[in-house]
Nanobody, 115 residues
Framework: QVQLVESGGGLVQAGGSLSLSCAASGTIFGINAMGWYRQAPGKQRELAAMITAAGDTNYADSVKGRFTISRDAAKNTVNLQMNSLKPEDTAIYYC?????????WGQGTQVTVSS
């Protein structure tokens, strides 16, 4: 059973920084990618950032230059460093993992950016 546990969300003022972490546990083979989606109130879930097993990254246009995703393959963890946060970054952030054609999700962690 694969489990993803997120940590690091919280409340921060605009312009501040937060770091999210996600640790995957269980028997995991063939990880293709890990990353973060986010869902703001009243909006659809959207990709914030992802990183492939090869280390390639992809970011939403709205976070490019402000967010940095990294992965520790040995520990099956993925981190998201978020800088210069804006009120529009307020959302629940969900960690995800893709392995052997299956997608696994974390429970989500709330990020709130006050103006």
């Amino acid at each position: 059973q694969v489990q993803l546990v997120e940590s690091g969300g919280g409340l921060v003022q605009a312009g501040g920084s937060l770091s999210l972490s996600c640790a995957a546990s269980g028997t995991i083979f063939g990880i293709n990618a890990m990353g973060w989606y986010r869902q703001a109130p009243g909006k659809q879930r959207e990709l914030a950032a992802m990183i492939t097993a090869a280390g390639d990254t992809n970011y939403a246009d709205s976070v490019k230059g402000r967010f940095t995703i990294s992965r520790d393959a040995a520990k099956n963890t993925v981190n998201l460093q978020m800088n210069s946060l804006k009120p529009e970054d307020t959302a629940i952030y969900y960690c995800y993992l893709v392995a052997l054609g299956r997608v696994y999700w974390g429970q989500g962690t709330q990020v709130t950016v006050s103006s």
